[in-house]
């Protein structure tokens, strides 16, 4: 008898075999034939959309940004950072600003997210995302159609969560980066908690400690409506670079819905995990670049 260890990669291996015996055109005109189809489109996208943006945490991008990081401290990539000991406030807070004026607000609109707007033009959509780097909003995408359930670079908070407020950081961000001396900045730029005096923290989730502040309820309110509003309609979910961070927020719930429902058509696009944990016949995945797919279905 098989144990869940085992069985998981059988069916991963059963899936992605199912991939490669179908060719790129075929799935792409599936693709193509779900979205002309489809009355609303429920983007999910997770990390994998913004890294092939260009978003990447490591390698080149990081090694040139953060040199004296990685000298002083040993730093790896942007991802094991952000979770690094510093020793004071000061150094942390050097780290996230930088860190944050790279990913938020240096980062303009990517080509990438404007080719996805492209490909949903005219249609009714709304956007479930993990990503906390405010791409979909820069790129044009209508705000009130986006859940972004991990947070928002852009936003401080207390760090225990004690008042349900998010600060906008980005003046104190900059003034951070141009204060920084010797992977310092100076101790009066550290942010204390207006409310009870502590640590401030980044509005990513990490821990219990997050803040879901009232805008974070109405979008999550108003994605809960759309999804029920649109459950009997033709439902394009196209999931974009969502891995196994956080699989219970868009990976698990999509493939739940396209196995329930013959009206959903859920496309997969994920380089490292194209498979899926429950057989259907209504999914398309790929393994392929997303811009190339973004780009195919519009030629
Ligand atoms: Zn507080």
Redesign the pocket.
């Known amino acids: 008898m098989y144990s869940k260890m085992r069985i998981y990669p059988f069916i991963e291996d059963f899936c992605h075999k199912a991939i490669v015996k179908e060719s790129y055109e075929s799935r792409l005109l599936r693709l193509r034939n779900a979205l002309d189809r489809a009355d609303y489109v429920v983007i999910g996208a997770g990390a994998g959309l913004s890294a092939a943006a260009g978003i990447t945490y490591s390698g080149k991008r990081f090694t040139d940004n953060f040199t004296d990081f990685i000298a002083k401290y040993g730093l790896t990539d942007m991802y094991f950072s952000a979770f690094y000991p510093f020793k004071t406030e000061e150094e942390r807070w050097t780290y996230w600003a930088r860190h944050i004026l790279m990913n938020r607000y240096n980062m303009l609109a990517t080509d990438l997210y404007r080719l996805l707007l492209n490909a949903v033009k005219g249609k009714d959509y709304f956007v479930i995302t993990t990503n906390v780097d405010g791409q979909f909003e820069k790129s044009g995408f209508d705000k009130e159609r986006i859940f972004a359930v991990q947070g928002d670079y852009a936003y401080l908070q207390?760090a225990?969560g004690?008042?349900e407020k998010l600060y906008y950081n980005e003046n104190l961000v900059r003034k951070m980066v141009r204060q920084t001396t010797d992977c310092r900045i100076p101790s009066g730029l550290v942010p204390h908690?207006p409310?009870?005096g502590?640590k401030m923290d980044v509005h990513v989730r990490k821990d219990r400690y997050f803040v879901q502040d009232n805008q974070w309820y109405a979008s999550y309110e108003r994605y809960q409506d759309y999804m029920e509003k649109v459950c009997d309609g033709n439902v394009l979910l196209l999931e974009l670079g969502v891995g196994y961070n956080t699989p219970t927020i868009i990976r698990f719930p999509f493939e739940r819905l396209a196995a329930q429902r013959k009206n959903i058509t859920l496309v997969r696009i994920n380089k490292d995990y194209p498979d899926a944990q429950n057989r259907m016949t209504n999914w398309v995945s790929f393994d392929e670049n997303i811009g190339s797919i973004l780009s195919d279905i519009g030629t």
């Open positions: 207390c225990d004690c008042h908690c409310v009870c502590g």
